[in-house]
């Protein structure tokens, strides 16, 4: 649920960005004038937001306003001309001037609070990918989905103490959605009384998450092995029937 209202959220911020490009499509045969404004900055107090507001027509740049420099240059004979007369309109540089807080330092604390310092919480699976015997060991995975930030930690306890070998693990890999998935794999001896549980440290938690796996109980296992015995058995059972068969009927004409 909570997701689905961020989601809402940033489509807004995405349609925002479209109101920033004001297309005016003049004539039906396609040419078009459009302003695109920029807000760049570094800082994370926005102090050196700058602003930089570009006219064109038909991709060319015609007039472009830096706020750093506080005045409108222009491209081409028509745009140094404009830029000649709007510069000497001191209110309409003014008002350009004034969207560095009323435009860029306005939308850029929304998008810090939506996007940048945005946490999710992840869902933790654990999973088993081969459930081991007295020869083999065992495999469980621990699968971390739909986290953000990126950075985590993912790591595994066997009986309160952090292991450290017999694991691999992927490594932050992005859905394409903003959010990841991180997948671990421990191989462990089937013992009755080990506990083994996948601890996960994320910037969404105030502590570290702990995961205990239940193994599954030992059941009845349909392996490659098993399908082959039960293949060879009927093959078998076909062979001796088609022959007991064949001999019963020679008997029968012979009579
Ligand atoms: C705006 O002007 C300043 C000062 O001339 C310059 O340093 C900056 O690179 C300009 N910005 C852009 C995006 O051209
Ligand atoms: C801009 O102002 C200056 C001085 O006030 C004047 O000489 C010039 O003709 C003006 N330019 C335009 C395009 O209005």
Not at 222 to 231: A, K, M, Y
Request: some cysteine; hydrophobic content about 40%; proline content about 5%.
């Amino acid at each position: 649920m909570r997701k689905r209202e961020e989601m809402t959220l940033l489509k807004l911020l995405n349609f925002l960005h479209v109101l920033m490009l004001s297309v005016f499509t003049g004539a039906a045969d396609g040419y078009y004038f459009y302003t695109w404004t920029q807000c760049i900055y570094s800082s994370p107090d926005l102090r050196d937001m700058e602003l930089i507001e570009s006219f064109c027509f038909n991709k060319y740049p015609v007039l472009r306003f830096n706020s750093t420099v506080g005045m409108f240059e222009g491209f081409s004979d028509f745009g140094v001309k404009t830029a000649e007369n709007w510069n000497n309109d001191t209110n309409l540089l003014q008002q350009t001037l004034a969207k560095v807080y009323t435009f860029c330092k306005a939308n850029a604390k929304v998008y810090e609070a939506a996007i940048y310092r945005k946490k999710e919480r992840p869902e933790v699976r654990l999973t088993s990918v081969m459930p081991g015997d007295s020869t083999h060991p065992a495999l469980v995975k621990c699968s971390v989905y739909d986290f953000y930030p990126p950075p985590i930690k993912v790591y595994w306890l066997k009986d309160g103490e952090e292991v450290t070998s017999d694991v691999t693990s992927t490594e932050e890999l992005p859905n394409g959605d903003w959010y990841h998935q991180i997948h671990s794999v421990l191989e462990y001896t089937p013992k009755s009384a080990e506990n083994i549980s996948c601890v996960v440290e994320h910037a969404s938690f105030t502590r570290p998450m702990i995961y205990d796996w239940t193994p599954p109980a030992p059941g009845f296992e349909w392996d490659i092995r098993l399908l082959f015995t039960v293949e060879s058995a009927a093959l078998l059972l076909g062979i001796i029937t088609a022959t007991v068969g064949y001999i019963y009927y020679k008997i029968k004409t012979w009579s």
